[in-house]
């Protein structure tokens, strides 16, 4: 007899393809695109993006995402490393603040492995009963958050018993948040120099979600102006922007390549770049930011160009998913 009652934490992920092949990318892409939440639309819109997807972009973007990955990835996906480290650091830290109080700590994506519907099974079979679910998405949106509540949804239509289960929605303006961002970059400008301009990257969405109502770029924005705040930065010194566009339609602006290239003849020679968006460094900040963009601001006459990591698995970084816990979870586990 398993025991019950037990509680949970997992931290979530957006998800990694298994290998570095055009295979498993395409697997990967085919479950992420797939997606109503990523991609939206309904009817013959819906239709004629399902056909793109198959019979195209399927077979034609796995051998270039494929390559990408490959030049990041080492004995598994930098991503899915993270992780794995995030959630063994922010075990051990809530063993040292609870004791025998402490809730365990799992990983999940919500695409690809481990995935987030077999994960909460499992947690289910083995008598866990609360369970705090912990996108690692500082900025809520549709296309990220929201998918981790329709999974949770979908799970919990098919079991007699549901589970408790709680989910972060957003930390992208908490305190503790802006001050481990201002520390991890003000550390870096300290031991390295400061550059011309500051930019804040954020994976961007389609502008027509943003007109729909997703509040994803105004908590980007909100991020980066208490941030700059923090670090004492004049209007100047730093600037938002939004990265990783696809296909033909508007995503939310300025871009961050078009901004990059056109920053040299404006006198800006060099830079940091940041990306608060994302919790663990993945392809879009060491491949895009840090390699493609890069040849993009050098190209157009840029002569310092420097990417500024991701919190990862820093102890600030797990402090913060320390206090989230407790904020979130601290009537089932008790105090600090």
């Not at 025998?100 to 008598?127: C, H, I």
């Not at 994976?203 to 700059?228: M, N």
């Not at 920053?263 to 994302?278: E, H, R, Y």
């Not at 102890?315 to 407790?326: H, N």
Request: glycine residues 6%; charged residues 25%; contains cysteine.
């Amino acid at each position: 007899m398993t025991e019950t009652g037990k509680t949970a934490v997992v931290l979530v992920n957006l998800g990694t393809p298994d290998k570095a092949e055009a295979g498993a990318v395409r697997r990967y892409l085919k479950e992420f695109l797939s997606d109503r939440r990523v991609v939206e639309g309904k009817g013959l819109r819906r239709l004629l993006w399902l056909s793109v997807l198959n019979g195209i972009i399927l077979n034609v973007r796995p051998s270039k995402v494929a390559k990408a990955y490959a030049s990041i990835w080492e004995d598994d996906s930098p991503m899915r490393k993270i992780l794995d480290k995030q959630v063994a650091e922010l075990h051990l830290m809530l063993q040292q603040d609870y004791g025998e109080n402490a809730p365990d700590v799992f990983s999940a994506m919500t695409y690809g492995k481990p995935g987030l519907t077999a994960r909460l099974q499992k947690l289910s079979d083995s008598g866990y009963e609360k369970i705090l679910l912990m996108p690692l998405y500082p900025q809520y949106s549709a296309t990220t958050t929201a998918p981790v509540y329709d999974q949770v949804a979908k799970f919990q239509l098919k079991q007699r018993k549901v589970l408790d289960i709680r989910i972060l929605n957003s930390y992208y303006a908490h305190p503790e948040y802006i001050s481990v961002l201002a520390d991890q970059i003000g550390q870096y400008r300290t031991d390295k120099g400061s550059a011309d301009k500051l930019i804040l990257s954020y994976h961007g969405i389609p502008k027509e979600y943003y007109d729909k109502g997703d509040p994803y770029p105004e908590q980007c924005h909100k991020t980066s102006e208490l941030l700059a705040e923090k670090l004492g930065l004049a209007d100047t010194e730093w600037m938002t922007t939004f990265q990783s566009r696809f296909g033909p339609a508007e995503w939310m602006q300025p871009y961050t390549d078009k901004t990059l290239e056109s920053l040299p003849d404006k006198g800006v020679k060099s830079l940091q770049i940041a990306c608060p968006a994302f919790s663990a460094d993945c392809l879009e900040t060491l491949e895009e930011i840090a390699i493609e963009n890069r040849d993009v601001f050098m190209e157009a006459g840029g002569e310092s160009y420097n990417y500024i990591p991701a919190l990862n698995a820093e102890p600030g970084f797990i402090g913060l998913l320390a206090t989230l816990v407790q904020e979130q979870a601290g009537d089932w586990i008790g105090v600090r």
